[in-house]
């Protein structure tokens, strides 16, 4: 299928931002003695913050201080993002010149707060390149429901049929499938495992195969 509408998932996909929380969560889970948080943020991924805070509370209880954990962590990351800005994947910005330049409709579909989103995309050069820009706080459901995707298609007046998905993360991929889209994963910290293959179209090492992807489709 030509690649009409392409809609990107943003930590992950566009920012090597995960990896990078995901250190920050573990170095707060380690200044305050909580065990196993690693293995929790991974099931975090892809969702926006209400339902990682139900995540974090299913593993610690209603009495754990998620907001003030999330506050150091949260400060550990601009620290370094302050420092040595934040880093932008490997083939983002070919991808996207390669899209625009074909003419597809390109949207963002980010669990992550529109503010948080915008201020970021602004940052890098890149929020252009977008007709349109959801964050996870514009709705009430998170991924791995598909309400983000199915309002992303409906604003670009496209059916999920039609649109494809970039995304990085299980529960990204399965929001995309429950869509009725056309997922592509390319692996961050998740690896692909059989679920993440018969839900994706195809599976990638980086953006710089999608794009090879897309100029074979065409």
């Not at 150091?72 to 010149?97: D, I, T």
């Not at 991929?173 to 692996?187: E, K, Q």
Request: one cysteine or more; hydrophobic letters at 40%; glycine letters at 8%.
């Amino acid at each position: 299928m030509k690649a009409e509408v392409v809609i990107f998932d943003m930590d992950g996909v566009i920012f090597d931002s995960e990896k990078l929380v995901l250190e920050c969560w573990k170095k707060i889970g380690e200044k305050y003695d909580i065990e196993g948080i690693g293995d929790v943020f991974k099931e975090c991924i892809g969702t926006n913050k209400t339902k990682t805070k139900e995540i974090v509370f299913g593993h610690y209880g209603d009495t754990f201080d998620y907001d003030g954990f999330s506050k150091e962590a949260s400060a550990l990351f601009r620290q370094f993002v302050a420092k040595n800005g934040l880093p932008v994947k490997k083939g983002v910005r070919e991808l996207l010149q390669y899209l625009k330049g074909k003419g597809t409709a390109i949207g963002l579909a980010s669990s992550t707060r529109l503010a948080v989103v915008e201020e970021e995309l602004k940052e890098a050069g890149l929020y252009e390149y977008f007709q349109v820009v959801m964050g996870g706080d514009q709705l009430k459901r998170s991924k791995p429901e598909p309400d983000i995707y199915l309002m992303t298609c409906e604003k670009m007046n496209i059916a999920p049929c039609n649109a494809y998905a970039i995304e990085d993360s299980y529960n990204g991929i399965r929001a995309a499938f429950s869509a009725g889209m056309r997922p592509l994963m390319v692996p961050d910290v998740l690896p692909a495992t059989e679920e993440m293959r018969e839900k994706s179209i195809a599976v990638f090492d980086d953006l710089l195969q999608v794009m090879q992807y897309f100029q074979e489709e065409r």
